[in-house]
């Protein structure tokens, strides 16, 4: 099997979306290139060694932000958040089906996934994936990323920090779709870009998304913040699919205990979100989940409720609570 680098496969996954994507200066239409992507008005954006598109040069990693994204990796790769993802999965299959399904590949798909339930919490703790992006890796990303003879449907991860999601909604849904991340943090994008996955991962500002109008089938909005007019702009007009995940009240309530932190008020949040989508349906995911000494380090490092304090008793931190509400619809 031919290996082909990160930057050859990001250089093929943006030619082949070329027509989607557009110069967030300009708007002007891109002439993709190995190395860069170039608007008409010599705007150019740099495609690096690790298959990033860099919208955003300026953009400086920080240690803080890094310290951030690295506890936030490990509690994800230890699977935490599995139930999300599987939710995201069986969401994205059953309100994508019947709008974009044109091939047998997706529907094979659809039918295996249909069982998958984000519902049933664990009383134990969760397996680490198989998908790693904490250890950095040589592998070639994979080859049948590149199979599809059309543009697939895009589906964007706006504020996908680092791409866990992204990449493992791509592993498995990547025969019907094709997946972009999109940060501002560069950190985070630094660290997607570690997956080997079908994925491509872009640094880029959600005021100004790199995209046509129309341009993209589904947006996932998780646990980042909202930019709806930009979200509306870029989304499939009629049958795109918007999906929101903000914290609930009770959303790692025992870090907040630890910090003498009321409860999470989500209700404006809710509200401006509720406001934004048409044909809504919420749902819910609520679990508590044990956690080991080291995990508990990871969590209250992950968030920026504790800003840069350190975790003051471990040991009295060994559960944690997952509440996050979804917003389900369209822009
Ligand atoms: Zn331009």
Request: proline content about 6%; charged content about 15%.
């Amino acid at each position: 099997m031919e290996v082909i680098s990160k930057k050859q496969k990001a250089q093929a996954w943006l030619a082949q979306q070329q027509s989607k994507l557009q110069c967030p200066l300009c708007g002007k239409p891109f002439l993709v290139t190995e190395t860069s992507l170039r608007c008409a008005n010599g705007h150019t954006y740099d495609i690096a060694k690790k298959g990033y598109v860099n919208f955003c040069p300026q953009s400086k990693s920080s240690f803080y932000e890094k310290d951030l994204f690295t506890a936030r990796g490990q509690v994800l790769q230890q699977g935490f958040y599995q139930p999300l993802l599987d939710k995201m999965v069986s969401l994205l299959t059953a309100n994508l089906a019947a709008a974009t399904c044109t091939h047998a590949a997706f529907c094979h798909t659809a039918t295996a996934t249909a069982g998958l339930s984000a519902a049933t919490p664990t009383k134990t703790a969760p397996q680490t994936n198989s998908l790693s992006a904490a250890t950095p890796t040589k592998t070639a990303p994979q080859t049948d990323c590149l199979s599809a003879a059309a543009p697939l449907p895009i589906v964007l991860d706006a504020g996908c920090g680092q791409g866990y999601y992204t990449a493992h909604l791509a592993q498995k849904l990547s025969s019907s779709y094709a997946f972009l991340g999109i940060d501002l943090a560069k950190e985070g994008i630094l660290q997607a870009a570690f997956y080997p996955s079908c994925a491509q991962f872009a640094l880029a500002d959600l005021a100004r998304l790199p995209l046509a109008p129309g341009s993209v089938a589904a947006i996932l909005n998780i646990l980042s913040p909202a930019n709806f007019a930009e979200f509306a702009r870029v989304l499939l007009q009629p049958g795109g699919l918007f999906i929101k995940v903000i914290p609930g009240p009770s959303y790692l309530q025992e870090i907040r205990a630890l910090l003498g932190q009321n409860a999470y008020d989500n209700q404006e949040t809710l509200a401006h979100s509720r406001a934004h989508i048409k044909r809504l349906q919420e749902e819910h995911l609520f679990y508590t989940l044990p956690i080991a000494p080291a995990q508990a380090a990871a969590f209250w490092q992950m968030t920026p409720l504790s800003g840069k304090k350190v975790l003051p008793q471990t040991a009295a931190l060994t559960q944690i609570t997952i509440d996050l509400h979804l917003l389900v619809g369209s822009l």
